[in-house]
């Protein structure tokens, strides 16, 4: 039986001349019949109509006579997205739909660009939809009485919800869900009672959650962590759109693929071509992995290409909002033809006039590629049409294994984060600053997450006494002593410290960012405190697509005038080198593979025909049952060559542990280089490689012990700690306006983790950060795994006279920071290239002044 609600939107795709998918019919049945679950379908095909139009429809049903007139009706949906750049055209297009079927409803946003009034205003009057980031949801529970704000809340929809997953924005998420899925099965929102097992029964669930989500490799798993472990399998619903969203991919190719490339020394070279992309499309996003590249494309083409001046545009996380808004609009306006962007335009933005995308360089992942493409064509039945740029000739062959990937559907698991305890303290505090918990109550929440499934009483216990007493180390420090125990309830009575707690909620962590500011007045964006601090007064650097002069820094501000100077430092961010997938890099070697054998499948290897002839002339093209060391030596000393081709995460772990293992059997000195292709090994002394496979090299015996004595694990897990402190309210960042600088911050997140390491070994947070150092920076499983696949592989070991077209490549990465020296280093790679094209013997070119040799990495 079609319900009435059914009928309005069946009426309302008529009136535009749409159909219903499959999918979104489908989805409007799972959301009638009361499940949560999981959508899955691809950018532009109507996924937001998808879940929006059923959750109306339901409420036509609900009311039939007078849904157009009812008002006050609280909040009945929240939309949560992890982009504030999405609630734009995701709130117009609700809106729209409200207006059309004449529902008197309010569609609002609140992120961190929501004016203060506006803010204020949402206190006073919910809508009936709210778009919010998981950061503003937790603002929300700070607040006194919140189970007001939810008491009449229909659904919660994660939208891409595959960017959250496996992130602590996406722990947020789920603890927040978890808070209302109770507050839902309240009788009375507020009321404080005693433990009740069946009050966290879902049986009877009136709350549903759902979720969007683009196509990634544990689909099934995704949406076990959103839901918790508490939703009844009958009430679970996973809607899959089943639609073929063609791509179209065309690799842009060098008219000369240099046999000896490193990396990004092509990228520019393409401008041109690049550039004749552009003139023949409508309106073109150039993507760009790095804030730094997307800077360096937006000037070198304005400084080639003038004619763009005023149609052209740039948009990055770093830039002032009012400036993204305004390129956004633009966007929509058909009024700019081409903008160089990163990330912050990757997600579910529909931009209909864009019907191009250029991506510069890898993008390291199928999925983000894919993303990527989906923002050309960006509306069902579209074609996306994207083009990559290699910035070095071997990166082609990461083009030709994109294009493989997607043919076989092979896409990225996001793994989700579990026992993230610094972010279970804020929750704990954003709770005990509002209206407060019962310790019993929140265990059993908490426990119904996927991310704290396996949390143990004692561990929680641990987390309670360390927000009221400062645990075992930090009881005697009052601004620690942040929770009180009154009745049974935690709470927060300091108003200092509430604010304070308040200004800190999230688990973004960065470089404190410092404002940029015109002398004469207005804001362009941030920089990390990091490269301004190295900013002289007279110095020019380009931001924001200007040249700018620096004149002084004032009260976390840098003062800037307009530049005419062309030439000026790139502010350069922390975190800007992605590596490669564990997905990209299997497809990789499969191509890899297909070249060994002969095949020349798709232009990128033909174009690379070249290069990989020298290869296997100088050494060997391994299969996939091979695994490659070179060897060849050197005025520098001994060099070992070794290609995992599993990321430069991977092969920074597996160089340093096969470093330590070598000097077992020898005392040696090593310094260590890598990309995302291979490592190098190089020492002084001839390296007893032979001898060093017979015992074991590569063996996951005791690795978790070896990877503790090859590298510095007590450093990595004190950088980790500063994050860990952050989160969990360890350290006090500023008040708008005023941040802690980031040296005074990173002295006392070290001085914290020296005392715990001494007083408290076992610190929960101190532990943590060993298993997240493991985990993010060394990614321990992908190398265990790469351990295990060289193990069961032939070893082929070549010793050449010079370094090959692999080797070249890392030989120069690390080149640029191992010398001063008057010359550039493109000079310095050409002057070696030349020397290898021409010569039989090589050495590294001698530098024309030169001073000691520093080492690439710490020695053992």
């Not at 609600?5 to 019919?25: D, E, T, V, Y």
């Not at 008491?151 to 978890?178: A, C, M, N, P, Y």
């Not at 929680?460 to 009052?478: H, M, R, S």
């Amino acid at each position: 039986m079609v319900t009435k609600g059914q009928l309005i939107i069946q009426q309302w795709f008529k009136s535009k001349a749409w159909q219903q998918f499959a999918f979104q019919l489908e989805m409007e049945d799972a959301y009638l019949s009361g499940c949560s679950g999981l959508l899955n379908a691809p950018t532009g095909s109507g996924k937001t109509f998808a879940m929006f139009l059923p959750f109306l429809a339901e409420y036509i049903n609900r009311y039939p006579d007078d849904y157009k007139t009812r008002q006050n009706n609280g909040l009945l949906m929240l939309w949560i997205t992890p982009l504030r750049a999405l609630t734009n055209d995701i709130r117009k297009a609700m809106q729209q739909v409200c207006n059309d079927l004449e529902l008197p409803w309010t569609i609002a946003t609140r992120t961190g660009d929501t004016p203060a009034a506006e803010k204020q205003a949402l206190r006073k009057k919910l809508p009936e939809v709210l778009l919010t980031t998981p950061e503003s949801l937790h603002l929300m529970l700070a607040q006194k009485e919140y189970p007001k704000l939810f008491k009449s809340l229909q659904v919660v929809v994660i939208d891409e919800w595959h960017e959250l997953l496996g992130t602590k924005r996406g722990v947020q998420v789920e603890l927040g869900l978890s808070k209302l899925k109770v507050l839902s099965l309240e009788p009375e929102a507020g009321s404080q009672k005693a433990d009740n097992d069946s009050r966290l029964s879902t049986q009877n669930l009136g709350l549903k959650i759902w979720g969007i989500s683009a196509t990634i490799g544990n689909l099934e798993q995704a949406a076990e962590v959103l839901l918790g472990n508490d939703m009844p399998a009958s009430r679970v619903k996973m809607v899959r759109a089943n639609l073929e969203k063609k791509i179209v991919i065309e690799s842009v190719i060098p008219e000369n693929v240099e046999t000896y490339s490193w990396a990004g020394h092509i990228g520019l070279t393409l401008l041109p071509q690049v550039m004749d992309i552009v003139a023949k499309s409508k309106t073109t996003l150039i993507f760009t992995n790095t804030r730094s590249q997307s800077e360096i494309w937006y000037h070198a083409i304005l400084d080639k290409y003038p004619e763009y001046a005023g149609i052209m545009a740039m948009h990055h996380g770093s830039l002032d909002n009012e400036l993204r808004n305004w390129v956004e609009q633009a966007l929509h306006a058909e009024a700019l033809k081409v903008v160089v962007c990163t990330s912050s335009l990757d997600l579910g933005v529909d931009f209909r006039p864009v019907d191009t995308v250029v991506q510069i360089g890898s993008p390291k992942g199928v999925a983000r590629f894919m993303q990527r493409a989906g923002r050309s064509g960006h509306h069902p039945g579209a074609v996306s049409k994207a083009y990559f740029v290699p910035t070095h000739s071997l990166e082609l062959l990461e083009g030709a294994a994109l294009k493989q990937a997607l043919k076989n559907g092979i896409y990225e698991s996001r793994d989700p984060i579990l026992l993230a305890l610094d972010v279970l303290i804020q929750y704990m505090v954003t709770l005990a600053v509002s209206d407060g918990f019962r310790a019993n109550e929140l265990f059993k929440e908490v426990k119904t997450t996927y991310a704290f499934a396996d949390l143990k009483r004692t561990e929680f216990n641990e987390l309670l006494d360390f927000i009221t007493n400062g645990g075992k180390t930090l009881a005697q420090y009052d601004e620690f002593l942040k929770v009180e125990l009154e009745n049974g309830i935690y709470k927060v009575n300091n108003r200092r410290v509430a604010m304070r707690h308040r200004l800190s909620i999230g688990t973004i962590t960065s470089d404190v960012s410092i404002r940029i500011r015109w002398l004469s007045g207005g804001s362009l964006g941030t920089i990390e405190e990091s490269f301004v601090s190295k900013l002289k007064p007279g110095d020019n650097f380009w931001f924001a697509g200007r040249s700018l002069e620096f004149v002084r820094f004032k009260e976390m501000s840098a003062y800037v005038q307009k530049s005419n100077k062309k030439k000026g430092l790139i502010p350069s961010w922390m975190g800007g080198r992605m590596p490669l997938s564990s997905q990209l890099s299997a497809v990789l070697r499969d191509k890899l593979d297909e070249v060994a054998r002969g095949e020349e499948n798709g232009v990128e290897v033909k174009a690379l025909k070249p290069l990989f002839a020298i290869q296997a002339a100088e050494s060997h093209l391994p299969r996939n049952n091979e695994f490659l060391i070179e060897s060849f030596e050197s005025r520098d000393g001994h060099h070992l060559f070794f290609y995992p081709f599993e990321g430069r995460l991977v092969h920074e772990g597996m160089a340093s542990l096969l470093a330590y293992r070598i000097s077992k059997i020898k005392t040696a000195s090593f310094s260590i280089a890598m990309n995302d292709y291979g490592f190098e090994l190089l020492t002084d002394d001839e390296i007893l490689l032979q001898e060093a496979l017979t015992k074991d090299l590569f063996s996951i015996d005791n690795l978790l012990e070896d990877i503790q004595h090859s590298l510095n694990a007590n450093e990595m897990a004190r950088r980790r700690f500063r994050d860990i402190a952050h989160i969990g309210g360890l350290i006090f960042t500023g008040y708008p306006g005023q941040p802690v600088k980031s040296r005074h911050l990173q002295a006392n997140s070290s001085l914290l983790f020296d005392v715990f390491s001494e007083y408290e070994p076992n610190n929960l947070l101190v532990r943590q950060a060993y298993n997240e150092a493991l985990a993010f920076q060394l990614e321990e499983f992908r190398l265990r795994a790469a351990l295990q696949r060289i193990g069961k592989q032939k070893i082929i070991i070549k010793h050449t006279v010079k370094p090959t077209p692999f080797a070249f490549p890392i030989l120069v990465d690390s080149l640029g920071r191992e010398r001063f020296t008057t010359e550039s280093l493109e000079e310095r790679v050409a002057k070696m290239a030349g020397q290898y094209n021409q010569d039989t013997t090589w050495e590294t070119p001698k530098p024309a002044k030169e001073k000691p040799v520093k080492k690439r990495r710490p020695s053992f």
